[in-house]
């Protein structure tokens, strides 16, 4: 008898379950004609539209959201400045229609450019005046565009810094640049009051939707992965990006062509730090990506650009072969609380500029010239180096030469090191800032130092980056 009732009761949950799972039901159309192919998922399982743009999908019972992987020369509409791609999922129906309706977009995307910034992590409300500044300069660099040129862009996280109200204000402010932006959630972006990392995202998710996603722009495809996971204690999370993700991942890769572009946007880092040597195992958790060989392997067949913030520094690391991890310098620099990092790159974002399949990028400083790449410190600034005159290069990857001339003399490439930035040394003394008590300057692998013959002699650098784009400044 107790066996009989077991079976009912499992029986029962069973077709409970069954019962209460929503079955979504449309269509994706564009001014009228349907459009077949395009992705459809509820974050966890990925159907495609029918020849007639029609599609059915059971969705899961966790799931929030049902939304579509924007298809190549297509837009999506915007409200506030956020792509909208995505509708609430009622649960408590059985059936629910939604309908997309997309815009085809008036200019090819084979060319086109995006905006990645990283951690603008408002704090006060007087921070959206400083970040007012920022978005006037991205305006800026997107009217230097020609217009036929296509552009979004990304952010990389801590859109916020803790205060999950100001979502709408930040919203306000970002809309001005008139581009579709999307959103990755940071650390500071996330309730940490709620018990779970599931229901860690109802804020952020409330104001910009999935918290995983990809979309296309002519021949790349994008994709968005939440990889901050909130163990339910205090402000306390790790680098991980769930099951869920990764098997959504494999369905999503899987309209890919092997070879293709890829670029992956999350928060937080794979790789720890651009020196690549582990640090503690505490410091690894959060910022690192711990199961980052398993993100590694679904996008081994591409060539794949992660994008990440997390760190307020900017470097690049070659993750492996077909993997290049950029790390970007904070839009707010070090919190705000001077105009540059704690790497003393200055507060910044990166232009990324696609051309088909290939990809180039530079590091644009706010209030800067594209050609300021790099800043010179005369012999002497650095009481470590007392002979040598210093070069921080902010964006420098292994493929960048750089190069010193003695009145017009080469004299050979400068020395690499491991240091800090003198100016970030001088601002950031640990201790000493009267808003961050715990703000201090960071190392870095993108300073060069050299030390000249003849001390009356002038010396001039010269950067090579990686495209064949050549720098120069006389030291002063």
């Known amino acids: 008898m107790k066996k009989n009732n077991l079976l009912l009761f499992v029986l029962l949950i069973g077709i409970n379950a069954i019962a209460t799972a929503t079955t979504l039901k449309g269509k994706v159309t564009s001014n009228g004609s349907t459009i077949s192919s395009v992705q459809i998922t509820d974050g966890k399982t990925i159907v495609l539209s029918d020849k007639n743009g029609k599609f059915t999908l059971e969705a899961s019972p966790e799931s929030e959201y049902i939304y579509y992987s924007l298809p190549s020369g297509y837009e999506s509409p915007i409200v506030n400045g956020i792509p909208v791609f995505f509708e609430k999922i009622n649960q408590s129906l059985k059936t629910q229609k939604i309908n997309f309706e997309i815009l085809k977009s008036e200019k090819s995307q084979s060319k086109h450019a995006f905006i990645l910034w990283a951690d603008p992590q408002v704090l006060d409300v007087e921070e959206f005046d400083q970040l007012e500044e920022v978005v006037a300069d991205v305006n800026k660099t997107i009217a230097s565009f020609p217009k036929e040129l296509p552009v979004h862009a990304i952010s990389a996280g801590d859109n916020v810094f803790d205060r999950l109200n100001f979502f709408d204000q930040y919203k306000q402010v970002i809309s001005q640049i008139k581009v579709p932006f999307y959103h990755v959630i940071g650390n500071h972006d996330m309730d940490y009051n709620n018990r779970s990392n599931e229901l860690s995202t109802k804020s952020f998710s409330a104001a910009f939707g999935p918290t995983h996603f990809s979309f296309n722009v002519g021949k790349i495809h994008y994709i968005v992965l939440k990889d901050v996971f909130y163990y339910g204690f205090s402000y306390r999370y790790i680098g991980y990006i769930d099951e869920n993700q990764l098997q959504w991942l494999e369905q999503d890769l899987k309209s890919v062509q092997p070879g293709s572009t890829v670029i992956v946007t999350l928060h937080i880092p794979t790789i720890y730090g651009e020196s690549q040597k582990p640090g503690s195992f505490a410091t690894e958790m959060s910022n690192s990506v711990l199961n980052r060989q398993a993100l590694y392997k679904i996008l081994s067949p591409f060539n794949t650009h992660i994008l990440a913030g997390h760190s307020h520094t900017q470097w690049l690391t070659q993750a492996t072969p077909n993997i290049t991890e950029h790390v970007h310098a904070a839009a707010s620099g070090a919190w705000w609380q001077g105009e540059i990092c704690t790497d003393g790159s200055p507060k910044a974002y990166t232009v990324y500029e696609v051309n088909g399949d290939s990809l180039s990028w530079f590091f644009k400083g706010v209030n800067q010239n594209k050609s300021?790449?790099?800043?010179?410190?005369?012999?002497?600034?650095?009481?470590?180096?007392?002979?040598?005159?210093?070069?921080?290069?902010?964006?420098?990857?292994?493929l960048w030469k750089v190069r010193w001339y003695e009145d017009e003399v080469l004299k050979g490439e400068m020395q690499r090191y491991w240091g800090v930035d003198p100016a970030a040394a001088e601002l950031y003394q640990p201790g000493k800032n009267k808003k961050h008590s715990w703000l201090s300057v960071s190392q870095t692998q993108h300073l060069f130092r050299a030390q000249p013959v003849n001390p009356n002699a002038k010396i001039r650098v010269e950067v090579l980056d990686r495209f064949g784009n050549i720098y120069h400044k006389m030291l002063e």
């Open 372 to 398: 300021e790449q790099f800043k010179l410190y005369k012999k002497g600034t650095d009481t470590a180096f007392p002979d040598y005159f210093i070069a921080n290069v902010y964006n420098y990857d292994t």
